[in-house]
Nanobody, 120 residues
Framework: QVQLVESGGGLAHTGGSLKLSCVAS????????MRWYRQAPGKQRELVAS???????VHVDTVKGRFTISKDSAKNAVYLQMNSLNPEDAGVYFC??????????????WGQGTQVTVSS
């Protein structure tokens, strides 16, 4: 069973930085895509950044130039470096990975989330 464990959340001041980490265990297969999502109170979960197996990267417009997604395939890990944080970045950040167990079957795995709080 695939399990994702996030870490690195916490409290930052406006303009500060945090680095989130997500490590997967129980992987039997190939990770095709790793993503970070976030959910603010009262809002829907939204995509923040994505990186796939060939390292094609997408950052949504609201975080471009401030956040950077990266991965370490050997560790089954994905990271999110967050700089120049502002209060609108606050929320619970979730790690998501799509793992292909066979060429036609995949697991869509989610972490439990890590809280990011940004003080103004």
């Amino acid at each position: 069973q695939v399990q994702l464990v996030e870490s690195g959340g916490g409290l930052a001041h406006t303009g500060g930085s945090l680095k989130l980490s997500c490590v997967a265990s129980g992987i039997i297969g190939n990770i095709s895509r790793m993503r970070w999502y976030r959910q603010a109170p009262g809002k829907q979960r939204e995509l923040v950044a994505s990186i796939n197996s060939i390292e094609a990267i997408v950052h949504v417009d609201t975080v471009k130039g401030r956040f950077t997604i990266s991965k370490d395939s050997a560790k089954n890990a994905v990271y999110l470096q967050m700089n120049s944080l502002n209060p609108e970045d606050a929320g619970v950040y979730f790690c998501n990975m799509v793992v292909y167990t066979t060429p036609s079957s995949f697991i869509d795995a989610w972490g439990q989330g890590t809280q990011v709080t940004v003080s103004s």
